[in-house]
């Protein structure tokens, strides 16, 4: 080997490892956005939790100061009340604010039957018995619109520009690219690290001409680049993909 193909060498191995330290940048640039996200989403909604719990303490010694200490029922009542919000609470934490609302429901109209009504002999203590139970349905209906809130808000993170000020055109050219399955999955690989031809041919089950030409129409808006025989997703695809797949959440979430 003569001393300028032992050059190109060295110099085809460090742009691997340039390649490869490039790769791993990008990851850890992508996961520290997920994990910042992350973080205020679970700040959102630890401040919303702590809301809820005041409130739900506050109802209920409001309930237990004014209890008529005359009624045969009391400790059985009293004590049906407490484990209640405190499993409406747990669920809450556990599964979410729709579990939660489901609980509140069901014993909102256990204790709005005819049956309850007949046993309580106090109409303002139940009144003061149920209040509790309708701000947490309002608290947690609020808490589930906030975390839609958040996510209309993260999927329109560095945003500029509102739709009305959109070319019609350019919003086509850039959506298009992604109205395609198999350039989804294109994309959605990409996202874990640089690949070559082959390794996409892998991950998508396509040879060949179809490959490069859904390649190249991902390359045309700049989603992917490539490098030093790599394929790579730009921040620019990136943030399409996540656009993408918070719409496709979105809309199932709303159907």
Partial sequence: ?????ETLKKISDQLEKLDTKFNFLQDMLFT???????????????NYLTKITKVADKTLINFLDNRPKDCNILDFCTTLIEKEIFKILTTLLEKGEESALNEVNEFMKLSESDEVLKICPNN????????PFKLLKDLILD???L???????LTLTDQQSSF????????NDLLTPLSNAVRLKILNTLSKGGKNYSQL???????AGHLLF???????????IQENKKYLITMKGRKALNLISGLGKELSLKS
């Fill in 1 to 5: 080997m003569d001393n300028s193909e």
């Fill in 32 to 46: 520290m956005r997920n994990e910042l996200e992350l973080i205020k989403k679970t700040t959102i909604r630890e």
């Fill in 124 to 131: 303002q203590c139940l009144i003061n018995a149920i209040e």
């Fill in 143 to 145: 808490s589930k619109e």
């Fill in 147 to 153: 975390s839609l809130k958040y996510f209309e808000e």
């Fill in 164 to 171: 009305e000020e959109l070319n019609e055109e350019e919003l």
């Fill in 201 to 207: 041919e892998e991950a998508t089950g396509i040879k």
């Fill in 214 to 224: 859904h390649i190249d129409k991902l390359k045309e808006v700049e989603y992917i």
